[in-house]
C-alpha cells in the first residue's frame, strides 16, 4: 500500500515537471525496485512480482492526474515564486 501510494505520488511529480518521455524510465525502474523489495523482502517466488502491474498503473495514474492539474498548480507556484508565469 504505501509503495502505491508513492508510485501515486511520483506520477503527481512527474506529471507536474516532466514530459512524457520520463515515464517510461521511471516505470522501468518502479518495476525493478518493486521486483527485489518484493522478492527479496518477502521471499516470496518470482511469480508474485507480476503484481508489478498495480504500482505501474499508479503511477501512470499519477502522472494523468499531474498532467491535468498542471494549468491550477502551475499559476500559484510562480505566484509564490514571485516570477513570471509561462502561461500565456
Not at 16 to 38: E, H, R, W
Request: charged share 10%; net charge positive.
Amino acid at each position: 500500500m504505501t509503495f502505491l501510494i508513492f508510485a501515486l505520488l511520483s506520477g503527481i511529480f512527474f506529471g507536474i515537471y516532466c514530459q512524457v518521455f520520463v515515464l517510461i524510465p521511471a516505470t522501468l525502474a518502479m518495476a525493478a525496485t518493486y521486483s527485489i523489495v518484493a522478492f527479496f523482502d518477502s521471499g516470496i517466488d518470482i511469480s508474485w512480482a507480476s503484481l508489478i502491474l498495480v504500482p505501474s498503473v499508479g503511477l501512470q495514474g499519477g502522472y494523468i492526474i499531474g498532467l491535468n492539474s498542471r494549468g491550477f498548480v502551475i499559476p500559484r507556484l510562480a505566484r509564490g515564486n514571485g516570477s513570471q508565469s509561462k502561461r500565456i
